[in-house]
């Protein structure tokens, strides 16, 4: 495969489950992003991770949990959603933190 | 801080020219890029431009004015399948990306 992966691609699940959602590049980039992306609305970054260390938080809540264990592979780790978090998530990785960033398809997650 | 501003949305007929616009204020600036995302798809990258100046690929030209803190991304000859949504995208160097609101395209015919 090549460029960006996410499995799955929509994933529906309970307030009370707990699951993740993972990002693989096949770039050889060394920086990995999670956006949050509500209907019709704009990119919200959630995490950075440049070189597997994370380098931005943006006040995301803690039922969002991100693990980068390689420069290849991104996690987010996803327990008591709110149905408000139902969203587009997407995934992208760029060489460095200032360069282009090339996005995944994105996991549409239903939370009920 | 870090700004962009650009409009929520344009309409425009097919087969017409349509320019979009993005004003920015960012603590630092590189370039300006410009991405693609349709209905329910991930945003793919269209242009960077980190000079002055306008940038031609195909029926897409991005545009830059540093001094004026200021860049386009026009689209000529439009068909249906550039109904979208589009951002601009600021490299404020040694930091992600910070990207605009976006502006949705829609063509009608």
């Known amino acids: 495969e090549t460029g960006v992966t996410q499995t799955p691609r929509h994933l529906v699940m309970g307030m009370t489950n707990k699951k993740s959602l993972k990002c693989e590049q096949h770039?050889?980039?060394?920086?990995m992003y999670w956006y949050k992306q509500s209907a019709k609305k704009p990119l919200e970054l959630m995490f950075v991770?440049?070189?597997?260390?994370?380098?931005e938080n943006n006040s995301v809540p803690s039922r969002f949990s991100p693990e980068c264990p390689n420069s290849s592979h991104l996690f987010l780790h996803l327990h008591t959603l709110q149905p408000e978090d139902s969203a587009l998530y997407l995934c992208?990785?760029?060489?460095?933190?200032?360069?282009?960033?090339?996005f995944g398809p994105g996991t549409r997650l239903l939370v009920l | 801080g870090q700004s962009l501003e650009q409009p929520s949305e344009v309409t425009a007929v097919e087969g017409a020219i349509v320019q979009i616009n993005c004003t920015y204020q960012?603590?630092?600036?590189?370039?300006l890029s410009w991405y693609q995302q349709h209905d329910g798809g991930a945003p793919t990258f269209l242009s960077y431009n980190a000079l002055d100046g306008l940038e031609e690929t195909g029926r897409f030209s991005s545009f830059l004015s540093r001094s004026d803190s200021y860049g386009y991304l026009l689209l000529q000859e439009l068909q249906m399948k550039d109904s979208a949504s589009y951002f601009c995208?600021?490299?404020?160097?040694?930091?992600?990306?910070?990207f605009g609101k976006g502006t949705r395209l829609s063509v009608i015919a």
């Open positions: 960012t603590s630092g600036f590189y370039g």
């Open positions: 991770y440049s070189l597997e260390e994370r380098v």
């Open positions: 770039l050889g980039h060394n920086a």
């Open positions: 992208a990785s760029s060489q460095d933190l200032e360069e282009t960033q090339y």
């Open positions: 995208a600021v490299n404020p160097g040694n930091t992600p990306l910070v």
